[in-house]
């Protein structure tokens, strides 16, 4: 059974799409920890992060590198941090957060909203600077 992750990625599930390469994919979280909030996918359904294949797994690591210099170009931030924790939904994920403080790291936080009109600014944003980044 597909997963929300291949469904989103099948465009079944509308997103906000960040990037997408031939085999990877990234969209907004619709619940952030922090504005920005972004989860890079492999396009290949494997659970756990570490049953990828080497060549899929350090694949998905470069992508989110890029993914977070274009995030941190488009959204005001500290850092982007990096979690993978990978219980949520049964397909390998990892989430990049932009935050001013680390606390906003915490997957445990509350998470925020942020308004349709902001996720398709962001989106939009971060699209044309990953796609000048390639």
């Known amino acids: 059974m597909a ?7 099948a465009g079944e599930i509308p997103c906000y799409k960040i990037a997408e390469t031939e085999d990877f994919f990234a969209f907004l979280d ?18 756990y992060i570490y049953d990828l294949d080497d060549n899929t797994l ?15 170009k488009c959204i005001e931030c500290k850092r982007v941090g990096v979690l993978v924790i990978g219980t949520e939904v049964p397909h390998a994920h990892v989430h990049l957060i ?7 790291m915490a997957i445990t936080s509350p998470r925020g909203k942020v308004s349709q009109e902001e996720m ?5 944003k971060v699209q044309a600077v990953f796609a000048e980044m390639n």
């Open 3 to 9: 997963t929300i992750f291949s469904k989103i990625i």
């Open 30 to 47: 619709i619940n952030p920890l922090a504005k920005g909030h972004t989860l890079c996918v492999p396009k290949k359904e494997i659970d």
């Open 58 to 72: 350090s694949g998905l690591h470069l992508f989110a590198k890029k993914v977070a210099l274009a995030l941190e």
């Open 98 to 104: 932009p935050f001013q403080q680390e606390v906003q």
């Open 120 to 124: 398709i600014e962001i989106s939009t």
